[in-house]
């Protein structure tokens, strides 16, 4: 079977770029093609009565029932997935911000208490203060960078969910993910993580994640042309528990949509690699330009947690923050977002484009200072050449002068 070369315990040893080719097409080759097709549907038929008691009937390692549940399409996705990120299961769901709000449904009822760092995506805050607040669960938005005894004194009686997102949205704060998650469980916490930026570079299972989130509509879908979010587990119990949160919600992503996150997810290792290493460089000229102050990439030497990123990355991506020197404000700040030819002004990220997003006077912080010491942008680079996205933000930065 030309199709059992796709899975089996070889699969561990291989390196991430082989394994982004091989991966998610065991078992839903048909006639022999490379890719597995798009299967849409809702109907799933029974092969008899008895199978619709017995909880559907299992066909590619699944109890298939209903369209909801997913289809091959999902499956395969799911496994590539589960594999980039180390866990077991995964579920694919519509969006990235459903990918969040999913696991903090499931594990959060009413009288509950939630910690949330204050440099999280913008919609999870909004998911805290608005619905979850309206159900009854308290959220306390705490400094992205606690310690582990600062940590463990924000934990309630009813504290359920210990959420961290590393680096920040933003403000790309590395947190300390083993030592927060370990005071987390001497608690009884659960420990969900937003990890889009860290991709597959950052395992979370191996430093005390439960639930690990991603925006898939980021690097893994890499074409601005899908929105798609997973939820990734290593435990049985914790996959259950988000199955039947999805599943209680509607949750469901279009077939079509996971096939081009698979077709996505082929070039990924080389995208990520290209684009870490271009926003490297550019990050790097930036830095000393007379008009920047400070640029936010966790995998410079000069961002406040490098030896973290160190520590529990084993690269980056190509997302970071910029802040303009004071003296600029907010309309300088513009101006320069403004003069740029190759940067779309745009918010998604993870695509083949380069974009420039204003960010001070747009997000929210509470527990920190709003105050970032300048005017702050996020760039994401793309693919295109280096030296021409140098070329324009030097341009770009003339208008200052
Ligand atoms: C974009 C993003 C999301 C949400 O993804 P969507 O698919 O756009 O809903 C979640 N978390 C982070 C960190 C993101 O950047």
Not at 86 to 95: D, P, Q, S
């Amino acid at each position: 079977m030309p199709n059992d070369r796709d899975s089996g315990d070889h699969k561990k040893n291989l390196g991430f770029a082989t394994r982004m080719s091989h991966g998610g097409r065991a078992g839903v080759k048909i006639h022999g093609f490379v890719n597995p097709p798009v299967h849409r549907g809702s109907t799933v038929l029974y092969p008899d009565a008895e199978a619709r008691r017995d909880g559907g009937a299992k066909r590619f390692e699944r109890y298939m029932t209903y369209g909801t549940a997913g289809g091959p399409t999902h499956y395969a996705l799911e496994d590539v997935i589960a594999d980039i990120e180390g866990g077991t299961r995964c579920t694919i769901v519509g969006t990235g911000l459903a990918a969040v709000t999913v696991p903090l449904t499931a594990y959060l009822k009413n009288g509950d208490h939630c910690l949330i760092p204050d440099s999280c995506y913008g919609p999870a805050r909004n998911f805290a203060t608005t619905l979850m607040k309206d159900w009854g669960i308290d959220t306390t938005f705490y400094d992205p960078c606690v310690d582990e005894a600062g940590m463990a004194a924000l934990i309630r009686p009813n504290t359920k969910v210990v959420y961290l997102e590393s680096p920040g949205s933003h403000t790309f704060e590395v947190q300390d993910v083993p030592v927060l998650a370990r005071a987390a469980h001497a608690r009884g916490c659960k420990v969900l993580m937003d990890n889009t930026w860290g991709i597959h570079n950052f395992q979370p299972f191996e430093h005390g994640v439960d639930v690990s989130i991603q925006a898939l509509t980021k690097y893994v879908g890499g074409h601005s042309d899908i929105l798609l979010g997973s939820i990734t587990t290593n435990s049985e119990e914790d996959h259950r528990a988000i199955r039947s949160a999805a599943s209680t919600l509607g949750h469901y992503a279009s077939p079509d949509d996971c096939w081009l996150a698979l077709r996505g997810v082929r070039t990924m290792a080389m995208r990520l690699k290209a684009q870490e290493a271009a926003s490297l460089e550019v990050a790097t000229w930036l830095e000393q330009q007379p008009q920047v102050k400070r640029v936010l990439h966790p995998a410079l030497p000069s961002h406040p947690q490098h030896a973290l990123y160190k520590r529990d990355f084993t690269g980056g991506c190509s997302l970071f923050g910029v802040i303009l020197d004071p003296q600029y404000d907010q309309g300088g700040m513009f101006r320069f977002v403004n003069a740029l030819q190759l940067f779309g002004i745009g918010a998604s990220w993870g695509g083949f484009e380069s974009l420039a997003l204003p960010t001070s006077g747009f997000i929210t912080r509470t527990a920190g200072s709003g105050d970032f010491g300048g005017p702050m942008l996020r760039l994401h680079i793309g693919l295109e050449d280096t030296k021409d996205l140098i070329a324009d933000l030097a341009q770009g930065l003339r208008v200052l002068n």
